[in-house]
């Protein structure tokens, strides 16, 4: 009989890892768009989201962000912000995917192993890419809710820096792997504790700090080519144009 492959898991972070820029910002977008939030909302959202694309992740405007989101919740049903991941994936997060990391994580479950998204995220959106994906789960920032609707509060704390390090250790341990055979993808320096807790770290797009982290102790740097992701964009428009022909 073939050797079974050994157990163990993929983490990716999702923002600037797995895909261009904040997800938040996208969803952001696509509620405008549908009215449930203000054109102020969308430029505040906006020029952190140029910044972070600029030069990677900023805690305090990523608390801002996250803030103001919570407020935005406050009273809407999940079922409503689950449609919206969902519209936002095809609208506007599909653009944005890195077809590089992607492809890696779509290996890492063709090879027999968990791939589970690590984000500051919601939650709701965590869970539409990785149903869309095809990938294992997702650990993402809980927001609170009573009888279906947002309270406005997080169920335990954003899932960022040495956080993201605990929920991904807890994950390792309720699947029964060991975390020096595991994986870890991300961008940012505040993903250094999670990038150490495996035996496999690899940076992807890193800011100026993780770069020299990741080369000093000799770790994998992979950067992804824009241009793919105008071939991507390019193909999905072409995709649309022939679907509206038909």
Request: hydrophobic content about 45%.
């Amino acid at each position: 009989m073939p050797e079974l492959p050994q157990p163990a898991i993929a983490f990716f972070d999702v923002d600037n890892t797995l895909m261009q820029g904040a997800s938040l910002y996208h969803v952001g977008v696509g509620a405008w768009r549908r009215r449930l939030i203000t054109a102020r909302d969308v430029f505040a959202f906006g020029w952190k989201q140029a910044r972070f694309v600029a030069v990677g992740e900023n805690r305090r405007h990523l608390d801002t962000i996250r803030e103001r989101a919570l407020e935005l919740a406050v009273g809407r049903h999940r079922s409503e912000v689950i449609q919206l991941a969902n519209d936002v994936f095809d609208e506007r997060l599909v653009p944005h995917l890195w077809p590089e990391t992607v492809a890696l994580a779509q290996e890492h479950v063709a090879a027999g192993r968990e791939v589970w998204l690590v984000t500051a995220t919601a939650q709701e959106v965590a869970d539409v890419i990785v149903a869309r994906l095809g990938l294992t789960g997702a650990l993402g920032t809980v927001l609170e809710s009573v009888d279906g609707v947002y309270t406005g509060r997080l169920i335990g704390t954003v899932l960022h820096g040495q956080h993201k390090a605990d929920a991904a250790e807890t994950r390792a341990a309720v699947s029964g792997v060991d975390l020096a055979d595991c994986w870890a993808y991300s961008d940012s320096r505040h993903d250094i504790p999670l990038l150490n807790l495996v035996g496999n770290p690899v940076v992807v797009n890193p800011d100026a700090t993780l770069r020299r982290y990741a080369i000093a102790r000799a770790w994998p740097v992979m950067t992804t080519r824009p241009e793919t992701l105008r071939e991507t964009r390019r193909a999905a428009t072409d995709r649309s144009e022939r679907s509206k022909k038909r």
